[in-house]
T-cell receptor
Framework: AQKITQTQPGMFVQEKEAVTLDCTYD???????LFWYKQPSSGEMIFLIY??????QNATEGRYSLNFQKARKSANLVISASQLGDSAMYFC????????????FGTGTRLTIIP | SAVISQKPSRDICQRGTSLTIQCQVD?????MFWYRQQPGQSLTLIAT?????????ESGFVIDKFPISRPNLTFSTLTVSNMSPEDSSIYLC??????????????FGQGTRLTVV
């Protein structure tokens, strides 16, 4: 079975600062993908970034980057130059090759950006 | 990408009644997924819906409580039956338009915010 752990239930960050949201995972599969989603108060799930288990370079998408440390089984999300609109819940998720397309989610981190 | 229309966006229901949530996708997809998100919690998979076969339910979820229909490759419904206040949650449908590929993101509907009184 797969497991995602997010140990930061809530974080407060000053606007324009960078923030790192932690995510560790556990799986016995060698092939897997790691995802980050943002959920604003409106409730929709917005895909942010993806990292594959065989990707040698860390993924980047605009202000989002993923600090992937395979040996430590961690996939931390880094948001640079935070903005007020970044205030939301952030979920780390994983899909394994043998998992029939199912996503396993962590418990989430509520990020609040302070003006 | 995939555009998912989920209805209703929110509802307040009396206990003991049932609510059917609809999910319409703008492209054909093999699998559709239904998630529940209880207040302040993460997403929990209820079931996977394949067209032409019975849905596959996760541990803790049963068909009598959450019957699912999948009449074609672009549409699915989830019914929350005999509701109690504990069913108050956000319900989300999700698809992966490139089914079977590990490295593609899942797309979600806007969610249905259900309150049972």
């Amino acid at each position: 079975a797969q497991k995602i752990t997010q140990t930061q239930p809530g974080m407060f960050v000053q606007e324009k600062e960078a923030v790192t949201l932690d995510c560790t995972y556990d799986t016995s599969d060698q092939s897997y993908g790691l995802f980050w989603y943002k959920q604003p108060s409106s409730g929709e799930m917005i895909f942010l970034i993806y990292q594959g288990s065989y990707d040698e370079q860390n993924a980047t998408e605009g202000r989002y980057s993923l600090n992937f440390q395979k040996a430590r089984k961690s996939a931390n999300l880094v948001i640079s130059a935070s903005q007020l609109g970044d205030s939301a819940m952030y979920f780390c998720a994983m899909r394994v090759l043998s998992g029939n397309e199912k996503l396993t989610f962590g418990t989430g981190t509520r990020l609040t950006i302070i003006p | 990408s995939a555009v998912i229309s989920q209805k209703p966006s929110r509802d307040i229901c009396q206990r003991g009644t049932s609510l059917t949530i609809q999910c319409q996708v703008d492209s054909q997809v093999t699998m559709m997924f239904w998630y529940r998100q209880q207040p302040g919690q993460s997403l929990t998979l209820i079931a996977t819906a394949n067209q032409g076969s019975e849905a596959t339910y996760e541990s803790g979820f049963v068909i009598d409580k959450f019957p699912i229909s999948r009449p074609n490759l672009t549409f699915s419904t989830l019914t929350v039956s005999n509701m109690s206040p504990e069913d108050s949650s956000i319900y989300l449908c999700s698809v992966d338009p490139w089914g079977g590929s590990m490295n593609t993101e899942a797309f979600f509907g806007q969610g249905t915010r259900l309150t049972v009184v």
